[in-house]
């Protein structure tokens, strides 16, 4: 039996890793194959959208803002709580097209 003390390290489209243990050599080469990303192109076409889009000058990119909402007890009191509210003109987004 092959012994399984190698181990192979994903990277997420978000930057998390991930870590995979207790592998044969064969299953971490082939881990590591399988998540394998070749070097992006230098005309990547993430830079065209980012040039599209700017941020929302409403909700400054963060898609929204709390407001206070106050709400009046049985007793007369008041309860005073924050709503999240989407920005409309980016949908929540905080980046609006660029026309």
């Given at each position: 039996m092959e012994p399984r003390d190698h181990f192979a390290e994903i990277t997420t489209p978000r930057g998390s890793r991930v870590f995979l243990q207790g592998l044969t050599e064969a299953q971490a080469a082939a881990v590591a194959a399988q998540f394998a990303q070749p070097d992006a192109p230098e005309d990547a076409t993430v830079n065209d959208w980012a040039d599209k889009?700017?941020?929302?000058?409403?909700?400054?990119?963060?898609?929204?803002?709390?407001e206070n909402v106050e709400t009046k007890t049985a007793g007369g009191g008041t309860v005073v709580t924050k709503k999240w509210v989407n920005c409309r003109p980016c949908k929540g987004s905080g980046e609006v097209e660029d026309k």
């Open positions: 889009k700017k941020q929302c000058g409403r909700c400054q990119g963060a898609g929204g803002w709390h």
